[in-house]
């Protein structure tokens, strides 16, 4: 019962606060919704005892990516401008709302294997043997850190002042 | 009812189609980012509840989604950079105003 109550309040602040994103007309407020957004996706994985995950949320995406793309909002002192919609106001949202529908129809239409057995909790010692671990994801981990410099490298040369 | 698989589906697809409209509609660069960064988190919820609900024990899922992560990091380094290379060059972050690959 507290679970459920926990994923609805979770799941109506996260959906308010994409709407804001998307609504309001000041870029920062917008950003600054966005981090309530992340911060309640985090919530929802402690439902799905996604633990880890919850924690590298918080520190990626609240801690990181936000203040990334909030120092990005600083510089370009286009805060007065605001983030008004284009001309494809319309067919963006219907764009949407047929997406929307297909995939609930999709979702709601499908008998799922749903597995009766219990999650594991902790996760982070599975998930440290699935990435690192004989049979495991070692390669993929390697070449993750190959893109993260290749975009460091690529970020410093595309703002470097000439 | 209780909460099961099909209501974390349909609150990630609520999410992706929230970020899908703003990312198509809006009128500022940065704007846009952060739409495909609440795409990618709608994803991501999708990834962690199938991981949770149907193999439970696997924890793919988990794996799909630190990788989902790191590719976000770097997409959105990579995005803020080239939007402060172009508003240094154009003064702007309106992509209706930058549209040279267009003529």
Redesign the interface.
Known sequence: MA??IA??LL?IV??VA??A??GLTN?FR??LS?VL??IT?AG??IT???D??AA??IL??VG??SI??I???M??H?VQ??????K??L???L???V??GT??WA??NTT????P????EP?TA??AG??FGENG?IL?VEI?AV??L???L???V??REK | MSVGLEHYLVLSAILFAIGLYGALAKRNTIAILLCIEIMLNAVNIALVAFSRYVAPQMLTGHVFVIFIMAVAAAEAAVGVAIIMAIYRRKGTVDPTEIDAMKR
């Open positions: 679970f459920d994923f609805w799941a996260s959906v994409a709407l994103v998307v870029i917008a950003a966005l957004c992340f996706v929802l994985y799905l005892s996604a880890f995950l590298v949320q990626v995406y990181a990516i990334l793309l120092l990005a909002i510089l370009t286009d401008l605001g983030s008004p919609t284009n494809l106001r067919p963006a949202f764009a949407a709302i997406f929307f995939v609930a979702v709601l799922w294997g749903i597995s057995l219990a999650p594991i996760t599975t998930l699935k990435l994801y993929t993750a893109l993260l290749a975009a460091i690529g970020a410093v595309l703002v």
